[in-house]
């Protein structure tokens, strides 16, 4: 897990890379690499997770220096595509890098379709540049041009924005490639309902994520899991726990002191034999990291900010520990788990969370990635492994909301039957922040700082302010004082109007 930036024509320079990688160097504080041509400099910063030692460092480049590359993310399979280009290819690293590499001489921007992981990466050839982001959106991708017509591009905006003020974000699940232009190369299935049988799609279930866990236990560091107390995070630990060939495996939780999260969390590592750390805060732990956790999420959206703030502090609590972490977005995507869903507004359930896990990568995706690199940590996702996702694409509406009770997620609670104890396979959904304790702590600092009269009229006017304005720069009608408050701090920290329309900003859930 890294950083990357780069540019690419007339005004590409190290000064500018540098200043890109600068202000990003919480996403691999471990080494710092530059790669310099006359037409393009690649930049990396770099989180050891694989191949720790100094030959694994970016960029990398191939066996006659034609070609080089910088990654950011992890590739599950790369063993297996080693395997297979090891007669043909000098390989001088045990990292996954070397394997894209060498996969993208043989097969050009084709290759994506053959790596299974999360990844934003480029690669440059001598005769152009190739950009790609993973299917989902899991790591992130933003570029843009400056004045001049340089490219540029980087992990995160407000590395972007050291070089130029237009920021664009790289679709999920395209490649672009000089001349050739932006390409898609995977669509999130469309639902089919084929799958009804309860016993069946349990078992299904069970073996697609058990596959899915074991993938992300791979690493030359520490892994653990977060472990809310939640029905996802609860069965990815319990999962992780029984594959793990590590002696101990740590989890991590944090809360304000009697929240029903870190109840939970405790009941369920005391059942898996976790070696559970638990960070407890209060108002001024959550209100002391607000303006840093807009900073690094890069929205204002009310609530991923909510989520973000424990999101922010577990993830830091965990870095005292491990490297890696497992976490449990996308099971409420694909199988059902908010509950607005079961309400009669939402007529086609499947079509819904079609445009919702499509919509991962500005919500949730977005929120761990963040959050978990701000403290250089590398968050990983079983539950959006593509197997599950096309499996979640598959199972019939009543095996996520089911019976006359509605309940969420019913197929997976099926399935925690066997790892965990009832009461908490079949415990009720709750946000994170609410389970925490953090989302009432915020409304309550939210009307603290601005008044009733206030808010009315700021309200108002920073909606006709944006009355009129082009399709980049929609309107935004603030909903709650909690809303504007993170709008203020966002602003605060980027400036730029024009972020508004280029960040695709939407409520999320």
Same mark, same amino acid.
């Given at each position: ?223 653990? $899991?977060?472990?809310? #107390?939640?029905? +996802? ?5 319990? =999962? @992780?726990?029984? %594959?793990? /060939? !590590? ?6 939780? $944090?809360?304000?002191? #009697?929240?029903? +999260? ?5 009941? =369920? @590592?005391?059942? %898996?034999? /976790? !070696? ?234």
């Amino acid at each position: 897990m890294c950083g990357i930036a780069g540019s690419l024509g007339p005004g590409a320079g190290p000064e500018t890379v540098q200043a890109m990688l600068a202000v990003t160097e919480h996403r691999g504080p471990d080494d710092r690499g530059l790669f310099q041509s006359e037409e393009v400099v690649l930049g990396h910063n770099r989180l050891s997770i694989i191949d720790v030692s100094s030959a694994g460092r970016q960029p990398l480049a191939n066996e006659d220096g034609t070609a080089w590359m910088v990654f950011n993310g992890e590739i599950y399979n790369y063993r297996e595509l080693r395997r297979d280009l090891e007669p043909r290819h000098q390989f001088r690293t045990r990292t996954d890098s070397e394997v894209i590499l060498h996969l993208y001489e043989e097969k050009g921007p084709g290759m994506v379709r053959e790596l299974d992981g999360m990844f934003a990466l480029a690669v440059w050839d001598g005769k152009g540049l190739f950009l790609a982001r993973d299917p989902l959106g899991i790591k992130p991708l933003y570029y843009g041009r400056d004045t001049g017509g340089t490219l540029h591009f980087a992990s995160e905006i407000k590395g972007l924005l050291e070089a130029t003020s237009e920021v664009l974000e790289f679709p999920a699940g395209h490649w672009y490639r000089t001349g050739q232009g932006l390409r898609r190369y995977y669509e999130v299935p469309r639902p089919k309902q084929e799958l009804s049988d309860p016993e069946k799609a349990v078992q299904e279930l069970k073996e697609r994520f058990e596959q899915a866990v074991a993938k992300r236990l791979l690493a030359d560091v520490p892994v653990g $899991v977060f472990l809310s #107390g939640g029905l +996802d995070s609860s069965l990815v630990s319990a =999962v @992780a726990r029984r %594959l793990t /060939t !590590a002696p101990v495996l740590h989890s991590f939780a $944090v809360g304000c002191e #009697g929240s029903p +999260d870190l109840e939970a969390s405790r009941q =369920v @590592a005391a059942h %898996l034999g /976790t !070696a559970h750390h638990v960070l407890t805060y209060g108002s001024d732990e959550i209100i002391g990291s607000l303006r840093e956790v807009i900073h690094r999420l890069e929205s204002f959206d009310t609530a991923l900010v909510r989520s973000a703030v424990p999101t922010f502090l577990v993830s830091r609590l965990a870095r005292e520990w491990v490297k890696v972490v497992l976490s449990g977005e996308g099971a409420d995507e694909l199988f059902g788990g908010y509950h607005y869903l079961k309400d009669a507004s939402v007529p086609d359930l499947g079509q819904e969370l079609y445009a919702i896990t499509r919509a991962l990568h500005n919500t949730n995706l977005q929120r761990l990635d963040r959050l978990t690199m701000a403290n250089s940590l590398e968050g990983r996702v079983p539950f959006l492994d593509l197997q599950v996702v096309d499996l979640g694409f598959h199972l019939a509406d009543d095996l996520k909301i089911h019976g006359p009770g509605q309940i969420e997620k019913w197929i997976l609670r099926k399935l925690a039957e066997e790892y965990l104890p009832g009461d908490i396979a079949w415990r009720r959904k709750e946000k994170f922040a609410i389970g925490t304790g953090t989302a009432e702590i915020l409304v309550e600092y939210a009307e603290d700082q601005i008044s009733d009269g206030e808010f009315e009229s700021e309200r108002y006017r920073i909606a006709e302010t944006q009355k009129g304005s082009d399709p980049e720069h929609p309107r935004h009608d603030f909903k709650s004082k909690e809303e504007l408050l993170y709008y203020r701090i966002f602003q605060e920290r980027f400036p730029q109007p024009q972020l508004l329309g280029c960040l695709g900003w939407s409520r999320s859930l």
